[in-house]
């Protein structure tokens, strides 16, 4: 037993001297790799940097990757980053970030420490850049739009920027011959334009879309697009529902282009000497051939022109001098000859013939500037002293009368038949004139901005319109002992008044253990001289990106907006023995409205491309609101404020590459739109109860040569009710609104390598032949109605269809 019990307490020694010496083994291979290790990471080079952009503002989210590997990182929200690259004979490192363009830097035998810093200019991506690897994060309650589909789209107004704002989530158009458009329940009228950070205006007199011309803004000068639909900041005017705020682009080097269309032509010219940077484009618009589809036939004679340059200057690195120049001359002519729409039901189809005698003849000429001279105050702060001014002279004038029949087409019964005659001498001019002064500060994590704004407003109004309706010998109202028009109106009005305005707002930005944290909050401070009335206007936003998992981004949005009165909401009418006369009411108040905007956005990736589903939930208690009919595109105000009201819905967005390479979204939205006027509910003139848009690009397959862009509206009809009766009486609603256009562009030379050195062809950048389809399905929509009374007092609507299907033809040479 003794023996035993030596045996096994050796053989258990032995085998525990055995795992000592196996361990000891393995511990020298494990410190042997281990020094491998810290020699091969020891010889990996640390690359740090800062993201900015053309303000030297840092970039937050911006993408940087080793072209090749599974390495990379996001820049924080100041836009500096750090990243390890591999030893390697070169490493590639591209940034990226949707809305801005993507730049590669080669490091070659990268050692040590280095320290790369970049700036990334706004921009869409080119075609041949099939591959975006980010979606762009937004942070508040305003969003960048992608420009690079703007020069190739299908576009019927000339005006392609505001098209495509118009596809937008929340944003609504019935009416494509018009650039106009409608916000969450908003008018045409409570949409903030701004050009380079100087507000502009639209026409006063505009009442179609035929005659609308070409905007302000220029597509092939624009870089950045940035639009909100609600809660936007402080640092913009006294609106009530959106903002479109445009920024032109700086050439860097020689660029231009040239297009042509059976609709118009352009031509655009960008260049940089020295310090100098130009951008200028020509623009015509003619419409004629697609007014050509409309139901009522004639001679129409469009002709839509102008001319922008925007030049910059920086004599030194702490100075910056931009000034914008600008001039347009619209002019519409139109003799109307014969007209014939069928209307009703499959049961009861009726027949409205009319045949024209006279014409109309319209001008809109428009003159804007402005200069901007920008100081620096070191590296985080600036001063900005501008001017601008804004002219437009406005002339519409017609004389058009016409024989009607109204017939039963089931029975040939006559409905009736009369005469009626239109005539309108209407003449506006209005300038604005304004200075303002800006502060920015980027203390750290903060950008605090600040304003002061004067602006000068001169109007002067003569107005003198009428229409005669006779039915069967007898003249609409018949009274038998005297004849009377149906609406006569005149106005003879000028009014002077001053603004001025103050805001004050901080972004603040921290990155937290819980996420990252983005608080706007901000107020403006405004005073108008012609009601004495002072606005107190506070805004405030928050943004939130959980660590738990950063594709998620939530926001938060609210505010006291004002719509602050320009001259129509002034104009208040009162009509005595049949004739209307306008008074201003100097007593008017600005509308106002409670607004508070909730949202969140989820970022993905399917089949490994980048897609955004956005939905925000928003509801805005009214008050002071001035009441106001729509007829087409034009807004008459009752100029006094008597209504209240709310506005609240849900928007939803899928955005990403549907198709790799290209951006294509679709939104959906639901909204009620209600006001309280003279102690009755009723719908405001644009509760649109739904409304889906449909904006998708894509190309064929294995070639950059062919490319297709379609975008679409189905939007629900407004409601509407008799002329020149109230909005009590918009018991009807107008059929949805259904469009779909088609573009297909064809890359006929490619020369974006620059393989072709020598020659003519070593200018050129690209070739493109384009065929657009408008209304693809040829369905019929409805811009307004004509009303007709017989003699009995019994009204027909007889509506104004738009546009039919019509091809268009179009190229495009960029340089």
């Not at 035998?109 to 080119?126: C, F, K």
Request: hydrophobic fraction near 35%.
């Amino acid at each position: 037993m003794r023996f035993f019990s030596v045996r096994l307490l050796s053989s258990y020694c032995t085998a525990l001297l055995l795992c000592v010496s196996t361990l000891c083994v393995r511990a020298q291979d494990a410190a042997a790799v281990a020094d491998t290790l810290r020699a091969d990471t020891a010889s990996w080079c640390q690359l740090s940097g800062r993201v900015v952009d053309e303000d030297g503002q840092g970039l937050p989210f911006v993408s940087v990757k080793v072209a090749g590997r599974l390495l990379g990182t996001t820049t924080n929200l100041q836009g500096n980053y750090s990243l390890r690259l591999p030893p390697a004979d070169s490493v590639l490192v591209n940034y990226s970030m949707m809305g801005y363009e993507t730049k590669s830097k080669l490091f070659t035998r990268p050692q040590g420490r280095l320290t790369w810093n970049i700036t990334l200019r706004s921009g869409g991506t080119d075609m041949q850049e099939l591959t975006v690897k980010e979606v762009r994060r937004q942070m508040g309650t305003t969003q960048d739009i992608s420009t690079k589909e703007l020069k190739r789209m299908p576009s019927t107004t000339g005006n392609a920027v505001e098209e495509l704002v118009a596809t937008q989530a929340g944003v609504s158009t019935h009416n494509e011959l018009s650039s106009q458009y409608n916000v969450r329940g908003g008018s045409f009228d409570e949409n903030c334009v701004y050009v380079n950070g100087v507000e502009v205006y639209r026409p006063l007199l505009i009442t179609s879309g035929q005659q609308e011309g070409l905007s302000v803004i220029n597509s092939d000068m624009v870089e950045r697009i940035q639009f909100s639909a609600g809660g936007f900041e402080a640092k913009y005017g006294d609106k009530m529902s959106s903002v479109l705020d445009i920024t032109y682009k700086k050439p860097t080097r020689h660029e231009g282009s040239v297009s042509a269309s059976l609709l118009g032509a352009s031509a655009y010219d960008g260049f940089r000497k020295g310090k100098v940077s130009v951008a200028q484009g020509l623009r015509y618009k003619t419409n004629s051939y697609l007014l050509g589809s409309l139901e009522t036939t004639g001679e129409y004679r469009p002709n839509f022109l102008d001319y922008q340059a925007y030049l910059s200057w920086s004599p030194t690195r702490n100075w910056d001098i931009d000034v914008i120049g600008y001039i347009s001359r619209n002019n519409y002519r139109f003799k109307p000859k014969d007209r014939e729409t069928n209307f009703g039901t499959l049961e009861d189809v009726k027949s409205f013939k009319v045949y024209f005698d006279g014409e109309e003849e319209d001008l809109f000429r428009t003159l804007f500037g402005s200069l901007s001279v920008r100081r620096r105050l070191g590296q985080r702060s600036s001063l900005t002293l501008g001017f601008s001014a804004f002219s437009t002279k406005e002339r519409v004038t017609y004389d058009i009368q016409g024989q009607y029949w109204l017939n039963e087409t089931n029975t040939d019964e006559q409905l009736g038949v009369g005469t009626y005659a239109e005539h309108a001498r209407n003449l506006l001019t209005s300038t604005t004139e304004s200075a303002r002064l800006l502060y920015e500060f980027r203390p750290r994590n903060h950008h605090l901005q600040a304003g002061l704004l004067w602006r000068g407003e001169r109007i002067r109004e003569n107005t003198r319109e009428w229409e005669f309706r006779d039915s069967a010998g007898y003249s609409m109202p018949h009274y038998g002992d005297r004849l009377e028009l149906i609406y006569n109106l005149k106005s003879v009005q000028e009014i002077k008044s001053n603004r001025l305005e103050l805001y004050l707002q901080d972004t603040w930005r921290k990155e937290a253990q819980a996420g990252i944290f983005s608080l706007n909050y901000g107020a403006r401070l405004s005073h108008w001289s012609w009601n004495g009335e002072t606005l107190f206007s506070p805004r405030a936003s928050v943004g939130f990106v959980p660590a738990a998992n950063d594709n998620w981004t939530f926001r938060l949005a609210t505010g006291l907006y004002y719509q602050a009165p320009f001259y129509k909401e002034l104009r208040d009418t009162m009509t005595i023995d049949g004739a209307t006369v306008v008074q201003l009411n100097s007593d008017i108040r600005s509308q106002r409205s409670f607004q508070v905007v909730a949202g969140g956005e989820y970022k993905f990736r399917v089949a490994d491309r980048p897609f955004k589903f956005t939905t925000e939930v928003y509801y805005k208690a009214q008050s002071n609101l001035n009441p106001y009919n729509v007829d087409n595109l034009k807004v008459v105000y009752y100029g006094r404020n008597e209504g209240s009201g709310y506005v609240t819905g849900i928007d939803f967005k899928l955005y990403g590459e549907f198709v790799p390479g290209t951006d294509s979204w679709l939104s959906f939205s639901l909204m009620k739109a209600s006001m309280s006027l003279h102690g009755k509910r009723i719908p405001q003139p644009t509760d649109q109860r739904w409304n889906v848009n449909f904006f998708f690009s894509d190309f064929f397959p294995n070639t950059d040569r062919w490319k297709m862009t379609m975008k679409a509206a189905f939007a629900d009809g407004l409601p509407f009710g008799t002329p020149h009766s109230g909005l009590e009486a918009n018991v009807f609603r107008a059929p949805a609104y259904k469009r779909m256009d088609i573009g297909m562009s064809y890359r006929l030379f490619n020369n974006e390598d620059r393989h072709r050195r020598t020659g003519f062809a070593s200018t050129l950048r690209n070739v493109w032949l384009g065929l657009d389809c408008f209304n693809i399905f040829g369905l019929a929509n409805v811009s307004s109605y004509l009303w007709i009374t017989d003699i009995q007092r019994h009204q027909y609507a007889v509506p104004n269809y738009l546009t039919g299907r019509q091809v268009n033809a179009r190229f495009l040479i960029e340089f």
